[in-house]
DNA sequence: GGCTTGATTCGACATCTGTCAATATCGACA
DNA sequence: TGTCGATATTGACAGATGTCGAATCAAGCC
C-alpha cells in the first residue's frame, strides 16, 4: 500500500503533463476505485461535513437503508485507499478525512495543460 | 446520461461542504469508477498528454500490453463516463479528454471545510 | 460475572468487471 | 467492387465487488 508519492520531485503531476507511469496510476487507481461507489462517496462527504470533520459510525449509517456490516466493509474500503482513518473513542469509533489524499486526488485532475476553458463550473482560481 | 450538474448554483460543492445527495453522489461515482483502473488512468493520461491533447487509437495502444477490444472496451467506458470524447477522421478514430468532467472532479475533492493544513500534497503525516 | 449496545469479521451469494478470441463495421484505395 | 487496415462489438469466462445474516469482538453498565 504505497500511497506515498513517486519519489522525487513531481509531485501532484497532473494528468496532462506526461503520461502517468504504471506505478502511479496504479496507486491513483486505488483511491479513485475507492470513489468510485455512490455509498462510500456519501460516506465521506458525510464525514467530512459533519461537525468537527469527524462522525462516529452510529451518526452515519443512520442515512443509508444497508445493513450496519455493509457501511462497516464501505468504510474499511475507504480507510485501506488511505482517504479515511479512525480511532475508537470507548464505545464509539470515529471516522474522519485524511485532507491530503483528497487533495493530492485533485491536484492530479488538474488538466492545466489541456486549456481548460472555464466552463459550467469555473472554481475562480483562488 | 446525466454528467450534468445540479440544476440552480450549487455548482461544484465540495465533499466538505454538505452531505452529498443521492443522485449526485451517483453521477460522481460514475466518474470516479471509469478512473478507478490502472489502464484507464494511464490512458487518460496518455490522451491529455498527447500533443494537441488529442490521440488515434493506434498511437496510444501500442504503450499497453492488452488486446485491442480492450483498450477499446476501456475508451468505451471512460466515453460513458462523460471524460472522453472521439471523433472518427478517415481510417482513424481520435480521441480526446473532456476538461470541464475533470475540472469538476477535481473541484468535488477539494475539502476547503475540512481544514486542509497546506496545499502541495505534503504529505504531513500528522 | 453476565447483559446490552456499537462495530467488525466471516461466509455465502448474485452481480459486475476486465480480459480475450472471434467477428463485424467502417473507410480508404486498387 | 473487392480487399485491407483500423476500431468496435459480441460472447464467454475467471475473478472482483456489494450485500446480507450470523457470529464475534469491545466497552460500558447492572
Same mark, same amino acid.
Request: proline share 0%; no cysteine.
Given at each position: 500500500m504505497s500511497n506515498q508519492l513517486p519519489d522525487g520531485g513531481e509531485c501532484c503531476s497532473p494528468l496532462a503533463r506526461e503520461p502517468l507511469t504504471e506505478d502511479w496510476a496504479g496507486d491513483l487507481a486505488r483511491m479513485f476505485k475507492a470513489l468510485g461507489d455512490p455509498v462510500r462517496l456519501r460516506l465521506l462527504s458525510l464525514i467530512a461535513s459533519h461537525a468537527g470533520g469527524e462522525a462516529c459510525v452510529c451518526d452515519i449509517s443512520a *442515512?443509508?437503508?444497508? *445493513?450496519q456490516p455493509t457501511i462497516s466493509h464501505h468504510l474499511k474500503v475507504l480507510r485501506a485507499a488511505g482517504l479515511l482513518d479512525c480511532e475508537r473513542r470507548g464505545t464509539w469509533v470515529y471516522y474522519w478525512v485524511i485532507p491530503s489524499a483528497l487533495h493530492q486526488l485533485s491536484a492530479v485532475l488538474l488538466t492545466e495543460g489541456a486549456a481548460v476553458p472555464s466552463p459550467t463550473c469555473a472554481e475562480a482560481p483562488a
Open positions: *442515512s443509508f437503508d444497508l *445493513s
